[in-house]
């Protein structure tokens, strides 16, 4: 997967191409997401003690991860993603994801 949890994200297919947010919720093994306003499904519920009237509660659905682009800090929209090695200043090698246009990381990952 190419994106992690609190990344925003811009939605690039489905019916709510165009909305961002901020991703909520991943599920790897099945490649799929949740973002935070986008994909809102109904789900009937019954009436428990905690919540004696039951009824019909909207919330968000998954997304396939695919379906999503990852929002560049200094770019200001959707990119793709590269992962490229940094070498720390005690000769370790890490991963990291950064933008393909500007080479910026992201996510917070210094």
């Given at each position: 997967?190419?994106?992690?949890?609190?990344?925003?994200?811009?939605?690039?297919?489905?019916?709510?191409?165009?909305?961002?947010?901020?991703?909520l919720k991943t599920f790897?093994?099945?490649?799929?997401?949740?973002?935070?306003?986008?994909?809102?499904?109904?789900?009937h519920t019954r009436g428990t003690q905690t919540n004696p009237q039951g009824g019909i509660v909207e919330r968000e659905g998954t997304l396939?991860?695919?379906?999503?682009?990852?929002?560049?800090?200094?770019?200001?929209?959707?990119?793709?993603?590269?992962?490229?090695e940094l070498v720390g200043s005690d000769e370790k090698t890490?991963?990291?994801r950064a933008c393909v246009r500007c080479g910026e990381m992201l996510g917070g990952e210094q």
């Amino acid at each position: 997967m190419q994106v992690k949890k609190n990344d925003q994200v811009v939605v690039i297919a489905g019916n709510d191409r165009g909305k961002s947010g901020k991703i909520l919720k991943t599920f790897p093994e099945s490649n799929r997401i949740v973002v935070e306003g986008i994909n809102f499904i109904k789900r009937h519920t019954r009436g428990t003690q905690t919540n004696p009237q039951g009824g019909i509660v909207e919330r968000e659905g998954t997304l396939d991860a695919s379906n999503v682009m990852v929002i560049c800090s200094s770019c200001g929209e959707g990119v793709r993603t590269r992962s490229t090695e940094l070498v720390g200043s005690d000769e370790k090698t890490r991963h990291v994801r950064a933008c393909v246009r500007c080479g910026e990381m992201l996510g917070g990952e210094q």
